[in-house]
């Protein structure tokens, strides 16, 4: 059990990768809609081009914090046996897998809420 406990710990504070997306979605979202409320369409794509390379440098950064995690899980959990070790591995990938995909594609949900803020269009 003591084993199963620090693995439970370890994979749920990796999943704070996702805290990078959110932040960034919340200012994407205003900044659209500010372009919105300004009736410029140039400004919102040239934000979208941005935004998108910017997410993908994020998702290559959580890519790469992670493969470096995976490749030192054994000096990271140096009392669990190495079959556990490759599971934990094969859970760490997984799971970098599927926050490096969903951080680039949180610029829909961005986009999304962007458009749908009344209050700055109105404010403006």
């Given at each position: 059990i003591n084993q199963l406990n620090k693995w439970l710990d370890f994979l749920s504070r990796?999943?704070?990768?996702n805290f990078?997306?959110?932040g960034f979605q919340i200012s994407l979202s205003r900044?659209?809609?500010?372009?919105?409320?300004n009736r410029t369409p140039n400004q919102k794509k040239k934000l979208l081009r941005q935004a998108i390379a910017q997410l993908a440098f994020l998702s290559l950064l959580v890519l790469a914090g992670y493969v470096v995690v995976?490749?030192?899980l054994q000096d990271i959990f140096p009392s669990i046996s190495p079959d556990s070790i490759l599971s934990g591995k094969?859970?760490?990938l997984f799971l970098c897998l599927a926050n490096a995909i969903a951080l680039p594609f949180?610029?829909?949900?961005?986009?999304?809420i962007g458009i749908q803020r009344n209050d700055l269009n109105a404010y403006i």
């Open positions: 990796s999943n704070y990768f990078i997306g959110l900044f659209i809609a500010v372009g919105a409320a995976i490749f030192r094969l859970a760490l949180s610029l829909f949900g961005a986009a999304f």
